[in-house]
């Protein structure tokens, strides 16, 4: 039960990075970046399983049925054990960046048509009591912004990792409320 919302928030990292760019419309540069982040991301895993295999040639370390036994320190073991295994996190990581691509490739296709209803979202420069997302939402879906804020504790205690990943995604996704300008 516990790897349940560990294995969706891996899931939707690349997915969420995409949804950034779709939001914030980042220059040509920061596209290439973020699609730089999202192959390296899926490749990670296998990359890590890679350096564990070189690290156990390296440390002279034998394979004993599922794990490695180095000569000295014992904890070397340990951690080539962890990196030859974390090639199966690749199993949810390389979904994830292909949907993070195919996310990037359709944001910069549609850069200049960009999606009006959630580009008007912004976080509150005045109501926020953290970051400005309850306010945000709030004001976008004209709810109260205390009944918001409730049901966020509620779920971030309920379910705190997908919460707080979701809450920093929305807090980098959402920019600040513009400054009304002066004559």
Do not use: N
Not at 11 to 16: D, G, I, T
Not at 33 to 62: K, M, N, Q, T, V
Not at 107 to 119: E, G
């Amino acid at each position: 039960m516990v790897y349940l919302p560990l294995a969706l928030t891996l899931f939707l990292v690349a997915p969420a990075v995409a949804a950034i760019a779709i939001l914030r419309s980042p220059s040509m540069r920061g596209y290439l970046a973020l699609f730089g982040f999202c192959i390296f991301y899926g490749a990670f895993p296998l990359l890590l399983a890679w350096g564990g295999l070189r690290l156990s040639d390296h440390f002279g370390c034998e394979a004993e049925a599922i794990i490695f036994v180095c000569p000295a320190p014992s904890w070397h073991g340990d951690m080539v054990t962890g990196m030859v295994f974390a090639h199966w996190l690749a199993i949810i990581t390389i979904p994830s960046a292909v949907l993070g691509v195919i996310g990037l490739l359709m944001s910069w296709v549609i850069k200049v048509k960009r999606w009006r209803s959630l580009s008007s979202i912004y976080r509150s420069r005045r109501h926020k009591a953290i970051a400005g997302i309850c306010a945000a939402i709030s004001q976008h879906w004209r709810l109260p912004i205390q009944g918001v804020r409730i049901v966020t504790v509620i779920l971030a205690v309920a379910i705190p990792g997908l919460i707080l990943f979701l809450y920093l995604w929305l807090w980098l996704a959402f920019p600040l409320k513009p400054l009304p300008q002066t004559i």
